[in-house]
């Protein structure tokens, strides 16, 4: 039997609002009473309550012989638990493992990123009263869960506090140090107002089914399509040139795109640095936009010819019609888009203000920005993955001082004009 499809939790938290607006919000949904100014944890899915954590609050924190009177001694302590399964869920999300399959391996790994990795949330080690903490919650936790059969696993067996703190001091001399890696002046990521004008330059996109287009646009000239795909898959999912260059048909091909979900991500393999397999993540939108491409332009350049593969192919009417792409290709022609949109470089007015690699950069951003809005503590934990970075270490040193500096002045920015750029993709 296969294993069941893993569904990211995506875990905020919240805080309980008066009872009147809870019913309102939940319209109905069956929820344990709870103190008001209580922490608990939703799903940003659905914004619902996640029912694992009240119900384990509920038996753990809220006696019902004097419910109102233990909640009010509780409510730091359930505020650390809501904290500490926060963090524990987005790991679980970065790993796509199931909170009921967790098993001490998996508890063992969560607690070797805290020792062996900073934390992304302020750069430094976690404390040793951290690390204790959350292995103390985590324990309790899934003992609550075995004792009502959910869960297979107690984790009595985590290593003791003292244990790991021995661990974490004698690993530094043992851990593989990551690679130095570039300055964070090499980070810069293409502002909204200057990202939707080169992307309009670049091309339109054709007209999506899944996106609800009554009525079909003309189609865009098959160059044009092409290199609006290509600058969408770094924007969309983070790829290098490298990886979009060398994107397989037969990776986005055969997806099934859910009419009633544009925006559901599809897992896609591509092959990164060091001729490594890594999946990315591209929205429904996107693969049926690649494959109108893959089954139009795509198959009447190659009609005949021996098909080598690649999604995105030469147009131009030369003995090099039909071909796959080169990296600097797409360096050229994201170049010619930033000048054409009005965008030259300061000192060299025919080259561009941006690469094509500043849209990967410009997804790490985003990706940052939208994944601090909805709750999670260490967003680097699940970007490093689709970045396809070894180590966290390198997505710190490159992302994280550049992101902070940044939050303020790019943050709204960004959701405003990518709501506005997602409106237009139909």
């Known amino acids: 039997m296969d294993a069941p499809q893993f569904t990211p939790y995506k875990i905020a938290v919240q805080r309980v609002a008066p009872k ?13 009473v709870l103190p008001e100014g209580m922490t608990f944890l939703v799903s940003a899915w659905d914004h619902l309550p996640f029912a694992p954590f009240l119900e384990f609050v509920s038996q753990k924190a809220l006696r019902r012989s004097s419910r109102e009177k233990r909640a009010k001694k509780s409510l730091l302590t359930i505020e650390a638990y809501a904290y500490d399964l926060s963090d524990f869920f987005w790991f679980l999300d970065a790993k796509k493992t199931r909170w009921e399959d967790v098993g001490l391996f998996v508890a063992e790994q969560y ?47 985590l290593e003791p506090a003292e244990q790991t703190k021995d661990r974490r001091r004698s690993s530094t001399d043992d851990v593989k140090r990551p690679p130095p890696v570039a300055p964070d002046r090499e980070v810069r990521p293409i502002s909204p107002e200057h990202l939707e004008k080169i992307l309009a330059e670049l091309g339109p996109l054709p ?63 591509v092959v990164g640095k060091g001729s490594k397999e890594r999946t990315v993540l591209l929205p429904g939108w996107l693969v049926e936009a690649i494959q109108t491409y893959i089954s139009g332009p795509r198959a009447a350049v190659l009609e005949h010819k021996p098909d080598h593969g690649q999604v995105f192919v030469r147009h131009t009417a030369t003995s090099s019609r039909g071909n796959s792409l080169e990296m600097k290709y797409l360096d050229k022609v994201f170049s010619a888009a930033c000048v054409a949109a ?54 710190l040193k490159i992302y994280l001082r550049v992101a902070r500096a940044l939050h303020d002045e790019y943050s709204d920015r960004f959701h405003k004009v990518f709501k506005k750029l997602v409106s237009c993709h139909g």
């Open 20 to 32: 009147a607006a809870v019913d309102e919000l939940l319209n109905g949904v069956r929820y344990p």
């Open 207 to 269: 007209s999506l089914v899944s996106l609800g287009n009554e009525a079909p646009n003309p189609p865009p000239a098959a160059n044009r399509l092409r290199n609006r795909l290509m600058a969408e898959c770094a924007l969309e999912a983070g790829l290098r040139r490298a990886e979009v260059a060398g994107l397989r048909t037969s990776s986005v091909a055969a997806l099934c795109v859910d009419l009633e979900g544009p925006f559901v991500m599809h897992p896609v393999k």
């Open 111 to 157: 607690a070797d990123t805290m020792i062996e990795r900073p934390s992304p949330t302020t750069g430094r080690p976690y404390s040793d009263a951290t690390i204790t903490r959350r292995l103390s919650t985590l324990k309790t936790f899934y003992g609550w869960a075995r004792d009502r059969g959910i869960s297979r696993f107690s984790l009595r067996a």
């Open 342 to 395: 009005g965008f030259p470089h300061a000192n060299a007015p025919k080259r561009a203000e941006h690469r094509f690699h500043d849209l990967r950069h410009t997804f790490a951003l985003v990706t940052y920005f939208a994944r601090k809005h909805n709750g999670d503590p260490e967003p680097w934990l699940y970007i490093q993955g689709l970045l396809g970075h070894e180590y966290l270490e390198t997505t």
